[in-house]
DNA sequence: GTGCCATGTGAAA
DNA sequence: TTCACCTGGCACC
């Protein structure tokens, strides 16, 4: 493939991969690490704004700030806004993905590492979720919403989590995670609970608390709450998730 | 048109 | 804990 640097801020590593061959691509959690032959990847975190555009060839001029075009025969890839693009070793691949907890997207992936920092841990399962090391690939919309989806408020800590709830967080963001693949979006509502339009729920709602502040619980009609935990923000109905499930009475 | 906010991370303080 | 990165969508004027 050519490989180019039209912003600039590759121009250096893009230059030796130039007319190289591309031979993978593979995902862990947010990274992306793209092959080229000599066992050499770039590696791409999105971060906030990145993207990542393919179209059919042939490519039209680079407008604005593209940090990395990649051209083969058939279709070339833009990347824009990248947190990350940099051109690393195996050994420096290796070492990022030792920092990842299991990804729910990873077939051989193992959640009891993820239940084993959950369960010793006193930090709130909302900030853990959002812990790379612990859960790879979650971010504050999976978040919210599996938290919702189960009940559990995001303040509750790890270690007040039973393993059957933990187990079900787990499969749960298994079936998202794969979902937002295949659909290309983070749709997360129940078919029952998908609401009639309103002014509470604009056409487009496709899901129950993120970003829906101050509206009513699609499920209890409870406002939804938010609340910054380390700098991101919270959301969820303070009804459907009590900080402490109260216990039956009697 | 303007300003704010955001699917995220890591360096600096 | 704060800020920088650096782009796009949208509420609001």
Known sequence: ???????????ESAALLDRTRLEDATSS?????????????????????????VNRTPAPAPVGQVRLRLTGSAAYADLRGATACDLVTDAERTAILDRLGPDPLDPAA?????????RRSRSPIGGMLMDQSVFAGVGNVYRAEVLFRHR???LRPGQSLRVGQFRALWEDLVVLLHEGVRTGRIETLRPEHTPEQ??????????????????PCLVCGAKVRTEELAGRN???????????????VR
């Open 110 to 118: 193992d959640p009891d590492r993820a239940w084993q920092r959950v």
């Open 152 to 154: 559990l408020h995001p």
């Open 1 to 11: 493939v050519r490989v180019d640097s039209p912003q600039g801020r590759f121009a």
């Open 198 to 215: 309103s002014p509470a729920t604009p056409a487009g709602t496709r899901n129950y608390v993120y970003r829906r502040t101050g509206l």
């Open 29 to 53: 959690g947010k990274h992306l690490f793209v092959e080229f032959e000599g066992t050499r990847f770039v590696h791409v975190h999105l971060g906030l704004y990145g993207k990542f555009v």
């Open 234 to 248: 919270l959301f969820w109905c303070p009804r459907c998730q009590p900080v402490f499930r109260s216990r039956a």
